[in-house]
Each structure stands twice: as C-alpha cells, then as structure tokens.
C-alpha cells in the first residue's frame, strides 16, 4: 500500500477566487525521498500544509489526501501527530526551550514517557545526530545550523515516518545547507524515513533524491526521476 496519495486534491483559499492547486495527484511509497520545487507562490506550502489538516480540500472537485489507506481527515489525532513531523524555515519559530537536551527530550515527556525511555530516546537520536556535545548547552547559543539540525533531531526522537520540510535550509549558509541536506538523505537511507522536500538548492538535493515533483501554478508538471530533470534543464 502506498505510504501517501493524494486523489484528485483542488484547494481555494477562503474568500479568493483562483484555486492554488489543482487536480493534484501524486502517490508515494514507504522509503522515497521526494524532492518538491517551483517558482514561488506556486502551491507547494499550500500542500504540504493539508497534511497538518491546518487546510483541507475544498472546492468542486475536493479531492482526498490518504495516509496508509485512510482519508486524512478520519485519522485519529494522535496517529496523525505521531507519524509525520514537520520541520519549517525558521527554527526558532519551533524550538521551545532554554537548553538542548530539554528540546530533545521536550515531545516525549509531553508523551507522559518514563524517565528511562526518554533518555535512550534522546540518546540514540543525538547519536545519530553527532549532537550530544551540544546536550548542555543554551538553546539560543547555537547557530542556525545547529538550530535547525536539534530542530530536525527533536522531531526524530517522536520517531516519525513521514517528515515534511519546508525551505528547511534557506536561512542556513550553503556549509551549514549542506550538512542538513545530508543528514536528511543519511535519515532517509538508514532509518528509512519518507521524506517531501521543499527546496531551492537543487545542485545539494537532486543527486540525493530519489524522485522530483515539479509545481507550477498549482499543478505538478512533472514526476520522475532527477536525472531525467536534469536532462531538460
Ligand atoms: P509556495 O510555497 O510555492 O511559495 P504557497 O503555497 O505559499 O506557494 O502559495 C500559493 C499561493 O497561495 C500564492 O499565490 C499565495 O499568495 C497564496 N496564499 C498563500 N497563503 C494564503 C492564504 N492564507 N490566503 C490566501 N492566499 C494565500
Ligand atoms: P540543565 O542543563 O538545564 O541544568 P540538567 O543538565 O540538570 O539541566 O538536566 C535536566 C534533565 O535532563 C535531568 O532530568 C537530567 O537527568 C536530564 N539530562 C541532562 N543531560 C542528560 C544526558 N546527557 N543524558 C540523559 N539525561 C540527561
């Protein structure tokens, strides 16, 4: 069964009149990671904002967005929060506390895990991560690049399946993009996290990807492969 498909989504926002998607469709399998790009304003945040339910289809030809075979509106609440995380441009629009480990360890307590499970959690992720050096220190200490990677590795530790990124990396410097953009494809391969990816930096993330949608005016002009992008670029 396919991980996520989007049926035939149109969306208009309330009180304008000229749809910013139209007639999506795109399935995607357990495992890929999938590159999202197009000029700006061309729906690409609108879509991925239907999977916070923020917005829903709508319009004469609604459509439906399903996750793991159910209508995304009928998941329950907390399958749905568990299983896709979301990861945004500004990393101190979603950082919520003074000190690293707090951050890392922030989603499990408000889970009402123990003690014990918390910390091999945040362990195994920080691991992962290489950020455990960081543990101690005051979240507002590090840079935007180690801000958005604790970001990354807080939403990692709610061990996710589904991670959507919006311009991730767009306020980082291309070392700091870079590294990010990599440890999205180590996260992808290794622990086989689905990924979408809005991004700009096509010459980091093409080669990584396993497949690029294409948007333009709120439709997808093109899936495939990124080579074959490439090829008519
Ligand atoms: P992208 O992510 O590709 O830059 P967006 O999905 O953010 O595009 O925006 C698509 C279009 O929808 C743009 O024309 C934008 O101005 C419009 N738009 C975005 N958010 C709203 C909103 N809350 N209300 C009305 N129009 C919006
Ligand atoms: P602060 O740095 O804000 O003073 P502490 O270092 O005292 O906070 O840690 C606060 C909580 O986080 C405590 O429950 C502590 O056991 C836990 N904690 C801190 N560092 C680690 C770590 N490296 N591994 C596991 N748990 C930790």
Known sequence: ???????????????????????????????????????SGCGKSTLLRHFKRELQPHGEMAGQIFYKGCDLQQLNAEVAAADIGYVFQN??????TDKVWHELAFGLESLGLDSVTIRRRVAEMANFFGI?????????????GQKQLL??????????????LDEPTSQLDPIAALEFIQTLHRLNKELGITIILIEHRLEEVLPLADRVLIMDSGEILFDGLPRDILMTL
């Open 1 to 39: 069964m396919a991980l996520v498909k989007i049926d035939n989504v149109s969306f208009t926002y309330p009180n304008e009149t000229s749809p910013v998607l139209k007639n999506i469709h795109v399935t995607i399998q357990q495992g890929e990671f999938i590159v999202l790009i197009g000029q």
């Open 91 to 96: 990393p101190d629009n979603q950082i919520v």
């Open 151 to 164: 970001n990354l590795a807080s939403i990692m530790v709610m061990q996710p399946k589904l991670l959507l």
């Open 132 to 144: 455990q050096k960081w543990f101690h220190q005051k979240t507002t200490a590090l840079s935007g």
